[in-house]
């Protein structure tokens, strides 16, 4: 039920990649009102960028990060962002490898735990008070 609601909101999209014939990874990009966390019309959220295990290491993820990219920047987005756990040291290296920055953090309940996310934005141009 949670997907098929995800999939008919109109502010949220998702994209998915085949290779050689099998589904290897999918993407899901939000729009306001539909973002997790910060709600600004002029970002897009990158809410959900995944790989299958035996497709890792090939280059699909930047190739879904790039494709997310192209579109915020397309669509006249002032940036795009993402929120990634901070104790996931790989997914946060590749993001700062694709241009994305530290920008803040919040936290969410997982199971009876509370963790925490850094809030990572890629800045495609500045306006008054960033």
Known sequence: AK??????????R???LYADGALA???KVNEAPAQSDIHDEESL??????????????????????????????????????GVWEKNSAAIAFYKKMGFKIAGRH??????????????KKVFYKKDGD
């Open 107 to 120: 936290t969410f309940r997982m199971g009876d735990e509370l963790q925490s996310d850094f809030v990572m």
């Open 3 to 12: 997907m098929l609601s995800e999939l008919q909101n109109k502010h949220s």
């Open 45 to 82: 959220e990158i809410e959900r960028i995944y790989i299958c295990k035996e497709y890792k290491g090939k280059g699909l993820g930047a190739h879904l990060m790039e494709f997310a990219l192209n579109m915020a920047h397309d669509e006249g987005k002032r940036f795009a962002w993402l």
């Open 25 to 27: 990874g999918y993407l």
């Open 14 to 16: 998702f994209f998915f």
